[in-house]
Structures are given as structure tokens and as C-alpha cells.
């Protein structure tokens, strides 16, 4: 925590929501702390309270045993006194001082009173944990969200990036590419994040795309181009550039493998559409017809 540069918190800033959960589990790790603790004072305490009530009990184990004593002489001296036929008064006294010393209600306080000493040694070797944290301190921390456009020659590309300045992690980013993970971030003008070894200039437009934006290699003039500058050639299905595709004289457009010029009209044609002319050369079929 040293290593922190901490301030005093507002409690509006800190969020709130998770707090009764977070109070408890610190509750919880707090007993777990004290746990060791609590049980090696209650062992010693146990310890002490055993000594305690053996002392009490031989205590009164000797009083007890004075008690009987004292109670069974007593007996004695009235049975001598009957037989001696002592005068009935001196009798009555006697058995009243008997009554007064050795009845059962004497004998039931002694035993009362062992019981109140023995529950209040127990109530003084006793261990009564309550937990509760009296001091809470939160620490909280801002996550900062930051909203990155990348521009690309007029073209632009939001990215949400999250900076946590605890853990000082930056939200990754892999190359929509190739996948690999990016510590410079590229956009293409497609649209994707990819890395500096995926990103290629169009042969054709010279836009800056990744490998998902391009069609491939031209098959007329072997230029690297982009889905927006790649054709089909509707003759022998070969993807093309568009600056190899050319306009026929019919109106449609093929590639330059699959064109030539009539020799004859200069016009350009479709290779396949010409025919021998008388003269050998092959021409295109205005021409062939013309002689
Ligand atoms: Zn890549
Ligand atoms: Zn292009
Ligand atoms: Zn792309
Ligand atoms: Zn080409
Ligand atoms: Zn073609
Ligand atoms: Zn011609």
C-alpha cells in the first residue's frame, strides 16, 4: 500500500452497491484471523477454570465432611442424653440446636452454595467473542474509460480502451487479422484493429487495409488489391484489378487476357468472339462479315 498515492475519498464517489458484501467477508476474515487466537486463550482459560473447580470441590469436600461430622457427634450426644434421661427441656433444647444446625435445608445450602461458586468461577473463565469492525476504511479507485479514434486517411475508428491504474493494465487488443495480441494499434480501412505486418497499401486505390479487405492478387499484372478494387472478369472468372478489366466495343467489360485488338477496326473485342478473316489474321466478326 505504500506504493499507493492515496487521498481522502468522498463517499458519493465510492460505489456503494457491494459494500455489505464487502464488510462481511472482511468480518469473516477478521474471525478467521482471531480464530487462533480466541481458541489458545479458551484452551488456557479451560485450564485455569479446571484447577479453579477442583479447588472449590476440595474446598467443600471438607466442609462437607465437617458438616457430617459435626452432625453424626450431635446424634451421638442426644442418644447419651435420652439414654442418661436427661430432663426433658435440656432434651428439647437439644434436638431444637440439632434441628437449627443439621437439617436437610442446612445441608441443601451448603450444596447450593458449591453450585453458585462453581457457576461463577465458570462465568469468569469464560470467553464471549463478538466481532465487529470498528473501523471500515474503503479504498476505491477510478477505472478510466477513454474513447480512442484512430484515423486512417479520412477514415476514422472509435476504440474504448480501459486503463486500471491499480493493477496499471491497459484492455488488450488482438490483430482482427492474424489474432496475435498488439501493443500498437493499426486501423484498417475496413474497420479492423490489426497489426503493423497485416496492414498493406491496395496496389489499385492505395488505401491501407488488413488481409481480411483484401481479394487477392491480380491475375493480369500480379498487384495486391482490395475487395473495392477487385473485379471478376465474366470470361475466364479470374479476379482482376480494375485497371486490368477493359471496355469491349460491345459494351461489356473483360480482362486484358481475354481481349484484343481487331486488327482490322482497332476496335477492342473479346478474344474468343474473333474469327480467321480470308486474310489469316484473326478479326472481329464486323470485320469478317465485311468482305
Ligand atoms: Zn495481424
Ligand atoms: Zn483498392
Ligand atoms: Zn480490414
Ligand atoms: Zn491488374
Ligand atoms: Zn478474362
Ligand atoms: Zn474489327
Redesign the pocket.
Known amino acids: 500500500m505504500e506504493d499507493y498515492n492515496i487521498q481522502e475519498g468522498k463517499v458519493e464517489e465510492a460505489s456503494t452497491e457491494h459494500l455489505s458484501v464487502d464488510y462481511n467477508s472482511a468480518k469473516e476474515k477478521l474471525h478467521e484471523l482471531l480464530n487462533k487466537k480466541v481458541e489458545k486463550i479458551s484452551g488456557e482459560l479451560n485450564e485455569k477454570l479446571n484447577k479453579e473447580i477442583l479447588r472449590v470441590n476440595e474446598h467443600y469436600d471438607k466442609i462437607l465432611g465437617e458438616f457430617n461430622l459435626n452432625k453424626s457427634r450431635a446424634v451421638e450426644r442426644i442418644k447419651e442424653a435420652t439414654k442418661n434421661n436427661e430432663p426433658a427441656d435440656k432434651l428439647n433444647r437439644m434436638k431444637e440446636a440439632f434441628e437449627h444446625s443439621f437439617s436437610d435445608s442446612n445441608l441443601l445450602k451448603i450444596t447450593s452454595e458449591i453450585k453458585a461458586v462453581i457457576e461463577n468461577e465458570k462465568s469468569k473463565y469464560s470467553l464471549d467473542v463478538d466481532n465487529r469492525l470498528i473501523n471500515t476504511t474503503i479504498i476505491y479507485y477510478p477505472v478510466f474509460k477513454v474513447i480512442l479514434v484512430l484515423d486512417e486517411a479520412g477514415f476514422s475508428k472509435a476504440v474504448e480502451v480501459v486503463y486500471n491504474p491499480l493493477t496499471d493494465e491497459l484492455s488488450s487488443f488482438v490483430c ?2 492474424c489474432k496475435t495480441s498488439l501493443n500498437e494499434l493499426n486501423v ?5 484493429i ?1 497489426c503493423s505486418s497485416c496492414l498493406h497499401s491496395c496496389s489499385e486505390c492505395g488505401k491501407r ?2 488481409r ?2 483484401f481479394a487477392g492478387i491480380c491475375d493480369s499484372c500480379g498487384k495486391l488489391v482490395c475487395k473495392n478494387c477487385a473485379r471478376k472478369c465474366s470470361s475466364c472468372g479470374k479476379l482482376v484489378c480494375k485497371n486490368c478489366m477493359r471496355k469491349t466495343g460491345t459494351g461489356g467489360e473483360k480482362c486484358s487476357n481475354c481481349v484484343s485488338y481487331c486488327p482490322v477496326c482497332s476496335k477492342i473485342v473479346e478474344k474468343k468472339t474473333m474469327v480467321r478473316g480470308s486474310d489469316g489474321r484473326m478479326v472481329c466478326r464486323g470485320c469478317a462479315s465485311k468482305k
Open positions: 482482427d487479422s484498417c480501412h475496413g474497420g479492423h490489426c487495409f488488413c481480411l479487405c
